[in-house]
């Protein structure tokens, strides 16, 4: 666990506060001090780092308070500042020196603002819960036991709601109001930031969940931002949605992206587009068993589409030709392509404190949830499901985030949008810029040649600025090709 | 882009051109060759349009040019300008647009002063033979009959998909007893028997417009014969390379496309109601606990969830909002607005239509070529997930025994070099942009045009601004403004 940072010195920027136009009346005040910066990275670059000390319920500004470090990356561009916001969500960029030059690099000489989030690592309170989320989590755990051990589904599924259902309790005695935990509670922080900063308008950048939250923060929050970089958004309409419609989804990207293969010899096989589906039954009908000291790991189906979602293939050409042999009887190439289990991963701290990370995923959906019952039955149907996305088993998280109904809507708005997408992200690539085309009347799209997930590099940095100088203009994509 | 053209000439009777062994590097070596003969137009249409009409005489097999032939039906429209010519793929597949003079002024005017070629495909309406098989066909299809048994019972879906399976045993076996060669009547002998056309006809290159199926037919006229498309338009394409995958992973980008389009509406009240994301799964769990059952006269419908699958993937309601609100309704136990959405039956004459359902499934089913799910799979499929029962013929074609002559790369999408465009409609359900975004996977050079609130039917004005410009100029970008509207 990071420790918070000491203050040093007291800085104060309280502006007047007016709600937004399309903010309800919350109050929306920070109150930043000064401080020492909370990383050698920021150190490093600078920065001018405060600590925002914010309401935990923008309703009730007299209320619990909750605080998190900022960071401000001055620049010589007179413009308006570009903000920041980190993915998974719930992580932080602060620690990371070289993400941080790169991220200041697309500003473009602009300030550039950098921020932890409310319940994160180095935010008071941190909403920490046991470790063991790290053992579990198909993310984290490569074997992880929910997708991997010999238990029938419905059995490792419970290891998984356990878990949400200890955390919830957990936080739950400690008091905190988890419920304010999630977008629009961020989005609430920031814009009362931007106000303590002094700015009239901010850009917003946002990778992942992050990508999703600078859209939130547009819909509630309009007239302050100026324009919207979502990189590899994973916005909550999206998300929130029927689990099995995602899982479709990145199955979609499989095959788009194995399509060239088709009909093609591969090591003495012809590669059919069926093969995903029946190298996917055929493990499913008789598992890959794999022990490893005490433990067996099985690799059926599930653990095929596990492998896909969370390591996407860099050579769809040797993945086509793997599953052509698969799908013939013809294992040998399969321990390769499952790896060597490094023995059972202990708890380990995730880039988010579990507790943050769930009240946030969970949190997002507000009222609008599936019932245990009818994700059960979804993961009778699809256990491949148990490797996907973690919300899952948001059911069993009793709380509901303190959001508004249309919170999962896609937002109309009128801001000029920037996509950017890794070719080869199976969660939030050019589809999401798809389901971002129409939320405003000028969005242009990016997709990285060779890319994953994560997009940050010289192209983005060069596309940001591009963009960030004039919005509305069509950007150069040239190097997304490289 | 100036093509270099030829036209015959205009007194011509009995042309024949004998086209030299054409060597594409993408095609195999198959010669394409035909026989043009000068003929009385077919249609009242291609006479009232004043087109030039010939008989095309083709083998079956081309590779066998010595066999067995067959004629399909051409018209020229001709133009004005000295320009390449325009060639329409009408989709289906199967469907030809040789009696529709509405859709032929349309397609004349997107021309715009070029020639503009028509033809029936080899198999289809006004061709030598024609694969017709049983007309009931039009009954049981989930796209012409509104309550097709096939979707709305009676019987178990393993029972219906056999009744689907039934119907295309018995016009492969009809077809098999004509003595008609099923394994040749594909998209992919399609394109041997366009190009053999385009040699016949003088031109040195084409453009080449499709649309649904037909945008499928001009991609891989354009894989097979790259030096001969000059530019490719595919609207709302239907292509070999989506449509042969796994039915279950199809049916999942429409439900995508549902959800997006109902995605404005989340948290949005309907009286005592608030919409949800999941509000169409609840629906679909809902009918399927409990069915709507109706009855018209003898006939008994259920209407269940995939029914309501079914329908709005033929028939999306324009009005989105009330959709949202009755999906919420009826996730919510409230059922009042459902028998408004379920309608009355439709008038489904059974005749011959324009598309000859022996030509349909020989290529709904011959691109597979052999690379087609088994019955036990697809068996498995629709047990686990019914509602594809009201979803693509491709489905049953473990029941059509012949395997297209084909090569296996047929299923691939193409790596095309030359400018394409492709249009596609915002609530097209199957062939919108999520289309084009594949084909832009592969082929770089492909332009996108979406055109707001339309469906599968991308035909009219805009449509017509956009085919115009890109033909005048296929590398500069489109001015899409007119999509917007």
Redesign the interface.
């Known amino acids: 666990m990071m420790k918070k940072p000491e203050v040093k010195a007291f800085f104060a920027a309280v502006l007047a506060i007016i709600g937004a136009a399309n903010a309800d009346a919350r109050n929306t005040k920070s109150t930043l001090e000064k401080s020492a910066c909370p990383t050698e990275a920021l150190q490093v670059v600078d920065a001018v780092c405060y600590t925002a000390d914010l309401p935990e319920d923008h309703k009730a500004p007299d209320g619990a308070r909750v605080q998190i470090p900022v960071a401000v990356l001055k620049g010589d561009n007179e413009g308006a500042p570009l903000f920041y916001f980190p993915g998974y969500p719930g992580e932080s960029v602060l620690g990371y020196l070289d993400d941080i030059k790169t991220l200041r690099d697309g500003a473009g000489g602009r300030d550039l603002v950098l921020f932890d989030y409310r319940g994160s690592h180095r935010a008071s309170p941190s909403l920490d819960c046991d470790l063991s989320l790290g053992r579990l989590s198909a993310y984290d755990n490569i074997f992880s036991p929910v997708v991997y051990d010999t238990a029938e589904a419905q059995t490792r599924f419970k290891k998984l709601t356990d878990y949400f259902e200890t955390c919830h309790a957990d936080l739950k005695s400690s008091g905190v109001a988890f419920e304010h935990y999630n977008d629009y509670g961020v989005a609430h922080d920031v814009e009362a930031i931007r106000k303590a900063l002094g700015y009239k308008k901010i850009h917003v950048a946002g990778h992942s969940a992050g990508g999703g939250t600078i859209l939130t923060q547009a819909r509630y929050f309009p007239s302050s931002v100026a324009s919207i970089i979502a990189e590899s958004p994973w916005p909550t309409?999206t998300r929130?949605?029927?689990m099995?419609?995602e899982f479709?989804?990145a199955?979609?990207h499989y095959?788009?992206?194995l399509?060239?293969?088709?009909?093609?010899r591969l090591q003495g096989r012809?590669f059919?587009?069926?093969d995903?589906?029946?190298a996917r039954?055929a493990l499913d009908a008789m598992p890959y068993m794999l022990n490893a000291g005490e433990e067996t790991h099985r690799f059926d189906g599930a653990g095929l589409f596990h492998r896909l979602y969370v390591q996407p293939p860099k050579d769809y050409k040797a993945l086509a030709a793997l599953l052509a042999a698969i799908a013939d009887g013809d294992r040998s190439g399969l321990r390769a392509f499952i790896g060597e289990p490094t023995g059972t991963p202990g708890a380990q701290e995730g880039p988010a404190p579990y507790g943050l990370y769930l009240s946030w995923i969970c949190g997002d959906m507000g009222?609008?949830k599936?019932s245990k019952t009818?994700t059960r039955a979804m993961v009778q149907?699809e256990p491949a499901l148990l490797g996907f996305e973690v919300g899952l088993a948001c059911p069993w998280w009793d709380t509901e985030g303190d959001v508004?109904?249309?919170?999962?809507?896609?937002p109309?708005l009128d801001i000029p949008v920037l996509v950017v997408t890794g070719e080869r992200d199976a969660c939030c690539g050019?589809?999401m810029a798809?389901?971002l085309r129409t939320i405003s009347p000028v969005v242009q799209t990016a997709e990285i040649k060779g890319r994953g997930h994560r997009v940050l590099g010289e192209c983005r940095s060069a596309l940001v600025r591009q963009f960030l100088d004039n919005p509305a203009s069509p950007i150069d994509k040239s190097c997304t090709r490289k | 882009m100036s093509a270099m053209f030829s036209r015959i000439a205009a007194s011509a009777v009995a042309l024949t051109l004998m086209s030299g062994a054409f060597l594409s590097s993408v095609a195999h070596a198959r010669p394409a060759k035909a026989t043009l003969e000068a003929s009385v137009c077919p249609t009242d249409a291609l006479r009232a349009l004043e087109a030039k009409c010939y008989t095309a005489d083709l083998p079956e097999d081309h590779d066998a040019p010595r066999g067995k032939r067959i004629s399909v039906p051409v018209a020229v429209l001709k133009g004005d300008k000295k320009a390449a010519p325009l060639f329409f793929f009408p989709g289906g597949p199967g469907s030809s647009a040789l009696d529709r003079e509405e859709r032929l002024r349309v397609l004349k005017d997107g021309a715009d002063g070029r020639d503009l070629v028509v033809f029936a495909y080899r198999g289809g309406r006004g061709a030598a033979p024609e694969l017709d098989c049983d007309p009931s066909y039009r009954r049981l299809s989930a796209y012409y009959r509104k309550f097709t048994p096939i979707v709305h019972g009676p019987g178990s879906p393993v029972e219906r998909l056999a009744q689907i399976g039934a119907y295309y045993e018995a016009c492969h076996q009809r077809l098999k007893e004509q003595g008609v060669d099923i394994a040749q009547y594909t998209e992919y002998n399609i394109a041997f028997d366009i190009d053999a056309i385009r040699k016949a006809l003088g031109y040195k290159a084409i453009h080449v417009a499709g649309h649904s199926a037909g945008g499928g037919a001009v991609l891989t006229q354009a894989r097979l014969f790259p030096e001969a498309v000059a530019s490719v338009i595919a609207e709302a394409p239907w292509p070999v390379w989506t449509r042969n995958r796994a039915p279950i992973d199809e049916l999942a980008p429409s439900r995508i496309l549902y959800t997006r389009l109902l995605s404005p509406y989340i948290g949005q009240r309907f009286g005592e109601h608030t919409f949800s994301a999941f509000d169409l799964d609840r629906a679909q769990d809902v009918l399927d606990a409990e069915p709507v059952v109706l009855t018209f006269g003898s006939q008994t419908i259920r209407f269940d969830g995939a029914a309501l699958m079914h329908r709005l993937y033929v028939d999306l309601p324009q009005d989105l909002e009330g959709l949202a609100g009755l999906l919420t309704s009826v996730a919510n136990g409230d059922r009042s607005g459902l028998e408004a959405f379920i309608g009355v039956p439709n008038s489904v004459p059974i005749e011959q239509g324009d598309t000859p359902w022996g030509l349909y499934l020989s290529i709904v089913c011959g691109d597979m070529g052999a690379d087609k799910l088994t019955k036990t799979e697809i068996i498995a499929m629709v047990e686990k997930e019914p509602a594809l029962l009201g979803f693509e013929p491709t489905l049953a074609c473990p029941w059509w025994e012949t395997s297209g002559d084909v090569p296996a790369s047929q299923n691939r999408p193409p790596s095309l070099k030359m400018p394409v465009l492709v249009i596609t409609g915002e609530r097209d359900t199957c062939c919108g942009r999520r289309v084009a975004d594949e084909l832009r996977l592969v082929s770089p050079s492909v332009q996108t045009a979406d055109l707001a609130g339309r469906g599968h039917s991308t035909f009219g004005g805009c449509r017509n601004t956009l085919v115009r410009q890109f033909l005048d100029n296929p590398a500069k970008p489109l001015d899409k403004s007119c999509t917007q509207k």
């Not at chain 1, 508004?404 to 896609?410: G, K, R």
Request: charged share 35%; proline share 7%.
């Open positions: 309409w929130n949605r029927a099995i419609d479709y989804a199955r979609e095959l788009q992206k399509a060239p293969f088709v009909g093609e012809i059919s587009i069926l995903l589906d029946k039954r009222a609008d599936l009818e149907a508004p109904p249309e919170h999962n809507s896609a109309v050019r589809r798809d389901e």
